[in-house]
C-alpha cells in the first residue's frame, strides 16, 4: 500500500465510511496519514477525586467499583456505573452508548477525561473518554470530527495504515541530519500516537520544518519564475507634469515606493512588488504615478478591485489625477455598457482600465497591457492575478493591500513579491478618538451623532448583519436598525441603508447620495469596508464590535478621519469575553495599522487572519508562522541553500520535496511541470 493509494484500501474502509473522510478532505492513505489531531488530552497528570470542583474539565483516576442497571426506552437508554480512588466517588453516565459501557469492567483501573458535574458532595461525569491505566499512549490525539466518525474510528485507521503503508521520507537525509530532525515515518506516529510531550515536540518540529521548507520553496519558485524576461521594458519617463499637477505634496514613503515600482519596470524583468500601507496611506496616488508612468511608456495598465463601490472609488480618483494629463481611464464592472470599453481596450483608444472581476473575463482584449494592478490583493486567489496578467505580454505586476501584514506572515502570504511600504501618513491627518462601550450608552451616541449632523457633517453605523437571524436575535441588523432609527432617533433627517443584498442601482445610488451630502447617517454593512471616501463624515459606530476581527475594526475606522476635522469611532458591545476585550483595548490604545495587525494575529492565528478571503495562502496543517519564528528562519536557509544548488529541485535526491511543493500549492504549471 503506498500513500496515493485511494483510503478505501486502507482495512475496514469501505465505501460508505470512505465518503465520510472525503467529506473532511481525506482521499488518499497519505491525506489519512497527514490528518494531523488538533489537541490532545493529557492522561498523565490525573486530580485525585476529592479535589475534583463541579463545572470543572478534568483528568481523574479511579477503579470500576459498580456497573449499575441500565435505564432503556425505545427513545434513549442511559448506562451508569461508580469509580472511586479512595478519596472520593464519582457516577458516570453514557447516554445511548452501550459500547463505552461495555469496554468498562468492574475492578479495572482507568483514567477519565470528563466535565464534573452534580455537587461537591455527589460528583457526577456524563460521557466522559476514557484509557486503561498503564497505556503507554498517556497523550490520547483529538481530531476534527464529522458525524459518523469517532477519534477512535480515525485512530485506529491511522494505526493501520502506519503498519500497512510504504512510507518514503520526502526530505533528502542530508537536510534531516544537518537539522537533527526525525524519520518521516517516526514523526508521523510520534504526532499521531506521542508517549511523551519531548516525542510529541520533535514530531511537530520535523513536520512543521517540512511543511514551512516546501511552503517556502515554493514561493522562491513563483517568484524566480517571475524574473524571466518582459518585452514590457519601460525607459525613463518625465512625471513633472503629473507632479505638478498636483494639490499636494506626496509624502517620501510615496515617493520612496513609485522610484522602487519605476526602477522594476525598467528592469526587464517584470516587476512583481506588493504596496502595502495602512488605511489612508495614499496607495492611489502610487497607483496613478505608475499609470501615467505606464502610458508614457504607450502601454496600458489594468486596476482590478474585489467590489464595485471600491472600483469606482478608484475609478473616480485615477480619473480625477490623470484625465487632465490626456489619458483616458474608463471603467468595467458587472454594471458597466461594456462593448464600447471593450472596443477602447482594443484598439489602445483606453490607456487604464479599473474595474472588477469583470476585467479576467474571455470577451476583454488589451492592445498593449504593459501594468496590473490588483487593490485587496487578499480577497483574491493568485489565479485571478494570473489570468489578468495573461492578457498581458508579460506585464509588470503591482498587489495594494491596506490590511498591514504582520512581517511574519507578509512572507508567506507575499512570499513571491518584493514589497514596498507605505510608512507615513500624508500630512493634516487627525488620529481619530476611539471609545469602547455596552448598549446602555446606545441614546447618548445618537444624540452625539445629531449634534454633529446638526453641524453639517455626516456619519455611520455598522452593523454585523443585513437581516434578522432566528439564531442571532441579540445582534443588530441593517435593515431593522434603518427601520427603527428613521421612525424614531432620525425622523427627521435623511437616513439611508447600504448592504451587499442590494441591487448594484440601489448601492449606486445610495452612495451617490451619501456622498453628495443628501444622506446624512449611513446604516450599512461591512460593504463599505474599503473604498468609500467621504471626507465629511466624522463619525463610525459599530455594533456588535464582537461580531468583527480587529483588521476588520480598523478598516471600518477607516472610514472617518478623511478630513479637516476630528472623528470619532464607537465600538459598541456587551460581550464580556477577555477576547472582545483584548480588541477593544486594542482599538482604543492604538491607531497604527501595523501594531494592530499584529495583535489580530496573536488573538485569531494566521489561519484566520483573512477570514474566508481568497488570499492564496496554501492550507497549513501543522506549523504555526507566528509561534515557530525560529523553525521558520532555519527553513528559510535551508530553502535558499537547497535552490542554490538545485535551483528546479530537479534531482532525484529531491523529487519528495518537490512533490510535496506541487501539491501543497495545487499549480503544477508554477513549477515547469507538464
Not at 473518554?129 to 490525539?141: A, Y
Not at 488589451?366 to 485587496?376: H, K, N, P, Q, Y
Not at 469611532?569 to 494592530?596: N, P
Not at 527553513?635 to 530537479?650: F, T, V
Amino acid at each position: 500500500m503506498h500513500e496515493s493509494d485511494s483510503i478505501t484500501r486502507i482495512k475496514g474502509v469501505g465505501e460508505k465510511r470512505a465518503e465520510l473522510y472525503r467529506s473532511i478532505g481525506i482521499e488518499t492513505v497519505g491525506d489519512m496519514l497527514r490528518y494531523f489531531p488538533r489537541d490532545y488530552t493529557d492522561y498523565s497528570l490525573p486530580v485525585p477525586m476529592n479535589e475534583l470542583q463541579p463545572e470543572d474539565t478534568a483528568v481523574f483516576a479511579g477503579t470500576v467499583i459498580k456497573k449499575l442497571r441500565p435505564y432503556l426506552s425505545p427513545r434513549y437508554s442511559i448506562f451508569r456505573l461508580t469509580v472511586s480512588d479512595g478519596t472520593d466517588t464519582v457516577l458516570i453516565a453514557f447516554f445511548n452508548s452501550k459500547y463505552s459501557f461495555d469496554s468498562l469492567e468492574e475492578g479495572q483501573d482507568y483514567i477519565f477525561c470528563g466535565k464534573i458535574k452534580g455537587t461537591i458532595l455527589a460528583k457526577e461525569c456524563t460521557s466522559p473518554t476514557f484509557i486503561k491505566s498503564g497505556n503507554r499512549n498517556m497523550l490520547v490525539p483529538k481530531y476534527h470530527l464529522t458525524g459518523g466518525l469517532s477519534a477512535n474510528i480515525i485512530s485506529n485507521c491511522v494505526k493501520t495504515a502506519l503498519a500497512s503503508c510504504s512510507i518514503s521520507d520526502p526530505l533528502p537525509e542530508n537536510i534531516r541530519e544537518e537539522h537533527s530532525l526525525m524519520d518521516y515515518k517516526t514523526a508521523l506516529e510520534n504526532v499521531h500516537f506521542p508517549v511523551s510531550r519531548d516525542t510529541l515536540g520533535e514530531a511537530r518540529r520535523r513536520l512543521g520544518f517540512e511543511e514551512l521548507l516546501t511552503l517556502q520553496l515554493g514561493l522562491r519558485l513563483m517568484k524566480n519564475r517571475s524574473k524571466r524576461i518582459t518585452p514590457v521594458v519601460m525607459e525613463d519617463a518625465d512625471l513633472g507634469d503629473f507632479f505638478g499637477s498636483l494639490k499636494f505634496t506626496p509624502t517620501g514613503a510615496q515617493t520612496r515606493s513609485i522610484n522602487e515600482c519605476i526602477e522594476d519596470m525598467k528592469s526587464g524583468s517584470p516587476m512583481n512588488r506588493l504596496l502595502q500601507g495602512d488605511v489612508g496611506s495614499g496607495k492611489t496616488l502610487v497607483a496613478a504615478a505608475l499609470c501615467c508612468f505606464a502610458a508614457k511608456n504607450g502601454c496600458q495598465s489594468a486596476l482590478m478591485a474585489p467590489t464595485e463601490i471600491l472600483a469606482k472609488q478608484h475609478y473616480e480618483t485615477l480619473s480625477s489625477f490623470l484625465s487632465p494629463l490626456g489619458i483616458n481611464v474608463v471603467l468595467l464592472t458587472g454594471s458597466t455598457v461594456k462593448k464600447p470599453v471593450y472596443a477602447a481596450l482594443e484598439s489602445g483608444e483606453a490607456d487604464v482600465a479599473v474595474g472588477t472581476h469583470a476585467l479576467i473575463q474571455s470577451a476583454v482584449t488589451f492592445r498593449s497591457l504593459g501594468l496590473v494592478i490588483t487593490d485587496e490583493q487578499h480577497r483574491f486567489g493568485v489565479r485571478q492575478r494570473t489570468v489578468l496578467s495573461s492578457k498581458g505580454m508579460s506585464p509588470h505586476t503591482l498587489v495594494m493591500s491596506a490590511t498591514p501584514i504582520p512581517r511574519t506572515l507578509a512572507f508567506a502570504v507575499y512570499g513571491d513579491l518584493d514589497v514596498s511600504v507605505l510608512d507615513e501618513m500624508p500630512k493634516g491627518r487627525i488620529p481619530i478618538k476611539t471609545y469602547g462601550v455596552d448598549s446602555s450608552y446606545r441614546e447618548r451616541i445618537f444624540r452625539f451623532i445629531r449634534k454633529y449632523i446638526a453641524k453639517g457633517f455626516q456619519a455611520y453605523i455598522v452593523c454585523p448583519f443585513v437581516e434578522k437571524s432566528e439564531t442571532m436575535t441579540d445582534k443588530a441588523s441593517a435593515e431593522e436598525y434603518f427601520e427603527s432609527l428613521k421612525q424614531t432617533w432620525f425622523s427627521d433627517i435623511p437616513v439611508g441603508l447600504l448592504h451587499g443584498k442590494m441591487k448594484q442601482a440601489a448601492k449606486d445610488d445610495t452612495m451617490a447620495r451619501f456622498k453628495s451630502g443628501e444622506i446624512k447617517l449611513l446604516i450599512a454593512t461591512t460593504v463599505i469596508e474599503v473604498g468609500i471616501d467621504v471626507p465629511n463624515a466624522v463619525i463610525m459606530v459599530i455594533e456588535n464590535a464582537e461580531q468583527f476581527g480587529l483588521s476588520q475594526l480598523h478598516q471600518l475606522r477607516g472610514r472617518v478621519g478623511r478630513g479637516s476635522e476630528q472623528s470619532h469611532c464607537i465600538l459598541i458591545t456587551d460581550s464580556k469575553s477577555e477576547y472582545t476585550k483584548a480588541r477593544v483595548d486594542t482599538m482604543v490604545r492604538t491607531s497604527d495599522g501595523f501594531e494592530i495587525a499584529n495583535e489580530d494575529l496573536k488573538l485569531r492565528g494566521p489561519g484566520n487572519f483573512f477570514g474566508a478571503a481568497q488570499h492564496g495562502l496554501p492550507e497549513l496543517k501543522i506549523a504555526d508562522i507566528t509561534a515557530d519564528t525560529m523553525l521558520l528562519h532555519e527553513s528559510e536557509q535551508a530553502a535558499g541553500a537547497l535552490l542554490s544548488e538545485d535551483p528546479k529541485l530537479s534531482s532525484p535526491e529531491n523529487a519528495g520535496i518537490r512533490r510535496l511543493v506541487q501539491n501543497l500549492f495545487r499549480e503544477r504549471e508554477t513549477f515547469g511541470v507538464n
